[in-house]
């Protein structure tokens, strides 16, 4: 009977690790679909008395085919707010190689006139599903028109506090009080569930790795 030394079994150990990773990767596919001709219609709309629609197409082609999204969805972000679109549905061509859909509506409240580019986060391969703002593809810019006596500015804040400045928290629970000045001329909406937080950042000595084999 062949005896194996133990740095020759070691070895056949890593090597037949090594091999598993390796097929492994082979039996997924981890590229992106393809994506391109995005586009906004129509490229200007007018919201001062009314809702209007905007219409956005993006067309992905994969030769494992695309899992079409059940939550990504096209966004315009304005003054910390988030106005989504629907979810991207297929309309023409099939899943290897399609046209997709989302639908955003606005109205005289959601933004003020100006230029915006609109955002868009799609698709996934149909092993891994991907919700990203894919780097290839440029936001499309609109342009809005709104004469509605809507407010858009932001309340002016100032003076903001925490006392005492210093806690010892050795022996038990210590209190903060913060306080912050808001003024506006519209007046100001308290928030219901915005708060003060605090942020603890973990640092990972070097060894630490979660890359896979």
Do not use: H
């Not at 586009?39 to 629609?53: A, F, K, W, Y």
């Not at 399609?98 to 100006?114: C, F, K, M, W």
């Not at 810019?141 to 506090?161: G, H, K, Q």
Request: with cysteine; charged share 15%; aromatic share 10%.
């Amino acid at each position: 009977m062949l005896k194996l030394s133990f740095l020759n079994r070691f070895l056949l150990l890593v090597s037949l690790l090594a091999i598993g990773c390796l097929e492994g990767y082979s039996q997924n596919d981890f590229d992106r679909p393809v994506l391109s001709n995005y586009t906004v219609s129509p490229s200007s709309v007018d919201i001062s008395s009314g809702t209007q629609t905007l219409t956005l197409n993006i067309t992905a082609s994969d030769a494992s085919g695309v899992v079409t999204p059940t939550s990504a969805s096209s966004y315009l972000y304005f003054n910390s707010n988030y106005y989504n679109g629907s979810t991207w549905t297929l309309v023409s061509g099939d899943r290897y190689n399609g046209v997709y859909e989302s639908i955003l509506t606005l109205d005289s409240s959601s933004v003020p006139s100006g230029n915006y580019s609109i955002a868009e986060r799609v698709y996934g391969d149909s092993r891994i599903l991907v919700d990203i703002k894919p780097m290839d593809i440029d936001d499309t810019l609109i342009t809005v028109v709104n004469s509605s006596n809507a407010d858009f500015d932001r309340p002016t804040l100032s003076n903001y506090t925490v006392s005492p400045s210093t806690v010892d928290i050795s022996s038990g629970t210590q209190t903060l009080t913060l306080n912050i000045t808001a003024s506006d001329a519209s007046g100001v909406v308290t928030p219901t569930s915005a708060g003060p937080y605090l942020v603890l950042q973990l640092q990972l000595p070097q060894w630490f790795n979660l890359d896979p084999c």
